[in-house]
T-cell receptor, first 112, second 113 residues
Framework: KQEVTQIPAALSVPEGENLVLNCSFT??????LQWFRQDPGKGLTSLLL?????REQTSGRLNASLDKSSGRSTLYIAASQPGDSATYLC???????????FGGGTRLMVKP | DAGITQSPRHKVTETGTPVTLRCHQT?????MYWYRQDPGHGLRLIHY???????DKGEVSDGYSVSRSKTEDFLLTLESATSSQTSVYFC????????????FGPGTRLTVT
C-alpha cells in the first residue's frame, strides 16, 4: 500500500526566503505526482502535476521535482511571500484513473 | 476553475438520519471522486466514478453509497449518519486532457451530532 509522507509538518520562514518542501512515497510505481495548496477552510488548488516520465515542472515561482528511484518529490518556492502561507499537500497516483494517496501536508507560514 | 460545485456547503444532522451530498460539474469530465478530510488522517478516497452508472469503492467506503445517473452529477449518500462521519467532504474531477490532473470542489462541512 502506498504511503506518502511530508516533512516537516509545519514551517515558518521570513519573507523573501527560498524554501523547499519535501514529499516521500514508499512505492515508486507511480503514474504521476501532484502538488496542491490548501488555504484554511478552503478546497484544494492544484499547483503542479509531474508525470512519472518527467523530472520536474515549473510554474512561476514554483518548481517541483520528481525522483522515482528514491521515492521523493520536492516543491521549491522562490522568493517566498506572505501570500504563500497555506498548507501544501502532495499526492501520488498509481495509475491514470484511480485514487490519489495524500501526504499529511506541510503548513507554511511566511512572515512579513 | 474546473467548474465544480458542491451542495450543501455546510450541514448539521443527527445520528441515524440519511444525508446526500451533491457534486456538480459543468465540463463533461468522465472521472469523478469523493474524498473526506480529517485531522490526523489527511484526505482519503471514499468512492469514485468512471462514467454514468459506473462506480467503484475507495479506501474508506464503508457506510457510504454513491450514484451517478448523469455525467454532471455525482451523489454521495450516508444511509444512516454516524458521528464518525463528521468530516469535510471534497468532490474532485480528473481532467484527462490535462494529463490526468485532479481538480477539487470547495468542500462540504458535515457535522453529525
Amino acid at each position: 500500500k502506498q504511503e506518502v509522507t511530508q516533512i516537516p509538518a509545519a514551517l515558518s520562514v521570513p519573507e523573501g526566503e527560498n524554501l523547499v518542501l519535501n514529499c516521500s512515497f514508499t512505492d515508486s510505481a507511480i503514474y504521476n505526482l501532484q502538488w496542491f495548496r490548501q488555504d484554511p477552510g478552503k478546497g484544494l488548488t492544484s499547483l503542479l502535476l509531474i508525470q512519472s516520465s518527467q523530472r520536474e515542472q515549473t510554474s512561476g515561482r514554483l518548481n517541483a521535482s520528481l525522483d522515482k528511484s528514491s521515492g521523493r518529490s520536492t516543491l521549491y518556492i522562490a522568493a517566498s511571500q506572505p501570500g504563500d502561507s497555506a498548507t501544501y499537500l502532495c499526492a501520488a497516483s498509481p495509475d491514470a484513473g484511480n485514487m490519489l494517496t495524500f501526504g499529511g501536508g506541510t503548513r507554511l507560514m511566511v512572515k512579513p | 476553475d474546473a467548474g465544480i460545485t458542491q451542495s450543501p456547503r455546510h450541514k448539521v444532522t443527527e445520528t441515524g438520519t440519511p444525508v446526500t451530498l451533491r457534486c456538480h460539474q459543468t465540463e463533461n469530465h468522465r472521472y469523478m471522486y469523493w474524498y473526506r478530510q480529517d485531522p490526523g488522517h489527511g484526505l482519503r478516497l471514499i468512492h469514485y466514478s468512471y462514467g454514468v452508472k459506473d462506480t467503484d469503492k475507495g479506501e474508506v467506503s464503508d457506510g457510504y453509497s454513491v450514484s451517478r445517473s448523469k455525467t454532471e452529477d455525482f451523489l454521495l449518500t450516508l444511509e444512516s449518519a454516524t458521528s464518525s462521519q463528521t468530516s469535510v467532504y471534497f468532490c474532485a474531477i480528473r481532467d484527462r486532457a490535462g494529463g490526468n490532473e485532479q481538480y477539487f470542489g470547495p468542500g462540504t462541512r458535515l457535522t453529525v451530532t
